[in-house]
Nanobody
Framework: VQLQASGGGLVQAGGSLRLSCVAS????????MGWFRQAPGKEREFVAQ????????YYLDSVKDRFTISADNAKSTVYLQMNNLKSEDTAVYYC????????????????????WGQGTLVTVSS
């Protein structure tokens, strides 16, 4: 499975961006999709996760009321809508896919994911 992330850019604090992650294969019930981010000098951290049915989502506490993850099976695409962006959201954002039959669990560790996209840079100016 190849993942292609896009949608990053430069935005002012308080603004919005929508990231997209397109999967090369139609992935259905046996996958969960995650977004992670890595700020300069920091470790990569979990941001959000969704199963392909959209029935279960998880978020990092600091983004819970501002970011929304969603999935479009027909387009094999996962989105991360980011609103009210803050300077601390500045990072390279990565999408990732995990093969699992337990799609209701929260997977927050990077080593739990099987496939990674190339990353897209989000810069929030204050």
């Amino acid at each position: 499975v190849q993942l292609q992330a896009s949608g990053g850019g430069l935005v002012q604090a308080g603004g919005s961006l929508r990231l997209s992650c397109v999967a090369s294969e139609r992935t259905f019930t046996s996958f969960v999709m995650g977004w992670f981010r890595q700020a300069p000098g920091k470790e990569r951290e979990f941001v959000a996760q969704i199963n392909w049915s959209g029935s279960r989502t998880y978020y990092l506490d600091s983004v819970k009321d501002r970011f929304t993850i969603s999935a479009d099976n027909a387009k094999s695409t996962v989105y991360l809508q980011m609103n009210n962006l803050k300077s601390e959201d500045t990072a390279v954002y990565y999408c990732a896919a995990k093969i699992t039959v337990t799609t209701g669990r929260n997977y927050q560790r990077t080593d739990e994911y099987d496939y990674w996209g190339q990353g897209t840079l989000v810069t929030v100016s204050s």
